[in-house]
Nanobody, 113 residues
Framework: QVQLVESGGGSVQAGGSLKLSCGAS????????MGWYRQAPGKERELGST???????TYADSVKGRFTISRDNAKKTLYLQMNSLETEDTAVYYC???????WGQGTQVTVSS
């Protein structure tokens, strides 16, 4: 059974940093593209960043230059380093795998001013 488990969320002041992790129980993890989504209160879920199986990354304009997505295939873990956090980054963050076939349960990130 495939599972994605996010961790690393929490509360931080604006300008601070957090690093999210997503552990995956996927045998073929290295062959899957991965992504981080987020859903703010009252808003639709939006794509924040992706990383292909070859390590090619993409970022939404709202996080470009502040967030860095990475992966460790040996550990079957996806990461999201978030710097210069803004109150607008407050959301539940989800990781997704294999063209969004699999989803984690989400981790809350709260940024206060």
């Amino acid at each position: 059974q495939v599972q994605l488990v996010e961790s690393g969320g929490g509360s931080v002041q604006a300008g601070g940093s957090l690093k999210l992790s997503c552990g995956a129980s996927i045998a073929f993890f290295s062959a899957c593209g991965m992504g981080w989504y987020r859903q703010a209160p009252g808003k639709e879920r939006e794509l924040g960043s992706t990383i292909s199986k070859d390590g090619v990354t993409t970022y939404a304009d709202s996080v470009k230059g502040r967030f860095t997505i990475s992966r460790d295939n040996a550990k079957k873990t996806l990461y999201l380093q978030m710097n210069s956090l803004e109150t607008e980054d407050t959301a539940v963050y989800y990781c997704a795998a294999c063209r969004d076939r699999y989803w984690g349960q989400g981790t809350q990130v709260t940024v206060s001013s």
